[in-house]
């Protein structure tokens, strides 16, 4: 059994920078998308980065983790692995947030105007506590994850994972390609559970996307930790990618200049299909190319989950900053993504270092030596964790 997967290690970290870059573009969107800081005209060509992200990224990392769980499973007991998920996902989505997500909260609230709708002389202990439950930010995404986590122990007991991977071991190629691309349905019919928003629980239901992400970890578990999925998507990788970006141009034509994270637009078969196409073309396209690591391809698996969590601080308050400038518009978009980057490496190295704080936020308990294949410690194991723990 291969013992690490580097084009998912790979795969992964892009994605994440992916991220990055479409947090600088979302906060200066002038779609109607809820949040961010605003743009700079009624309509920019730039947010077109943003409507091609948007559809699949985050269903690539839920694919993504679903298979990294089944490779974890593989090297830990029952109780390690709920042990380490409680570590590496819960502790950083709540006591993270006390410790260092309420800033993020805070700017957030800033962005917004809502310090000025605030009443006179409110306590700071009350501002705190607000900007707390206000800063939870990309933070969703593991907090989805590890509910999903436990669910997935359940489940396990009722779908042997091994009879799955020996039943796509049996199935022909045609066989392979039907059960893929009849994914895509249940891709589309998950999607209908986005509701069109009427109050503020509606629109949490509508980000966290609960039934939809775990079936989607669930395929990510049960069907891609599969080496010989991973061998068919290579194989037909660069069809899969002219395929998703011509939808991605099609997508685009359709529906830019709308809110691309409304039901309209994530409940339309387009929608489906382009994410679906994308999120096969993708893997495929790295585990042909990019299957191999680096110095710096492991620096960023070992940073991306420290990065993941900490970016959107930086990049709330670098881009909240540059448009109070009177700086041209490339400059800000230019320099936004420069901080962005850089402050957040700056700030995981800072914060990884200070032995609580880093607790708290990655749910990393010590420092380590550098090891040659690196098992991902400092959090990023839990959404890529592709070999054991030495």
């Not at 947090?23 to 920019?44: K, R």
């Not at 049996?170 to 999607?191: C, K, M, N, Y």
Request: a positive charge; charged letters at 15%; glycine letters at 8%.
């Amino acid at each position: 059994m291969k013992q690490r997967y580097y084009f998912i290690d790979n795969l992964r970290w892009v994605t994440v920078v992916l991220v990055l870059i479409y947090h600088v573009f979302y906060n200066f969107n002038a779609q109607g998308v809820f949040g961010g800081i605003g743009g700079f005209a009624g309509e920019q060509w730039q947010d077109v980065l943003c409507t091609v992200l948007y559809p699949w990224f985050m269903t690539l990392m839920f694919v993504l983790a679903g298979a990294s769980s089944r490779y974890a499973l593989r090297h830990r007991t029952v109780r390690e692995f709920r042990r380490e998920r409680t570590r590496k996902l819960l502790v950083p989505s709540t006591l993270g947030l006390l410790v260092f997500g309420w800033v993020l909260g805070w700017l957030n609230i800033t962005a917004g105007g809502g310090w000025e709708h605030m009443p006179a002389g409110m306590p700071f202990v009350a501002k705190y506590l607000i900007a707390v439950v206000s800063g939870t930010g990309p933070l969703w995404f593991i907090q989805d994850l590890y509910v999903f986590s436990l669910l997935l122990l359940a489940v396990c007991k009722l779908i042997d994972a091994d009879k799955v991977e020996a039943w796509l071991g049996w199935l022909s190629e045609q066989g392979l390609s039907l059960v893929l691309f009849t994914l895509w349905p249940l891709l589309w019919a998950l999607a209908q559970t986005q509701i069109d928003e009427v109050g503020t629980f509606d629109g949490l239901i509508n980000l966290y996307r609960p039934i939809y992400y775990f079936v989607v970890f669930l395929v990510g578990y049960y069907i891609f930790s599969s080496e010989r999925i991973h061998a068919y998507l290579a194989r037909y990788s660069t069809v899969l990618c002219i395929a998703a970006t011509a939808m991605g141009i099609v997508f685009c034509v359709m529906f830019y200049g709308t809110d691309y994270t409304s039901p309209a637009v994530l409940q339309s078969v387009w929608c489906s299909l382009y994410c679906w196409v994308a999120v096969l073309a993708l893997i495929g396209l790295f585990k042909r190319r990019y299957d191999c690591a680096t110095r710096f391809s492991q620096y960023m698996t070992r940073s991306s989950y420290g990065l993941y969590i900490v970016h959107m601080t930086i990049c709330t308050a670098s881009c909240l900053w540059l448009k109070s400038t009177t700086l041209p518009v490339w400059s800000i978009y230019v320099l936004a993504l420069v901080a962005t980057f850089a402050g957040s490496i700056v700030l995981w190295e800072v914060l990884r270092r200070i032995p609580l704080v880093r607790w708290c936020m990655f749910g990393i308990r010590r420092r380590r030596k550098t090891h040659p294949n690196p098992p991902c410690e400092g959090g990023n194991s839990v959404i890529t964790e592709v070999g054991p723990v030495p």
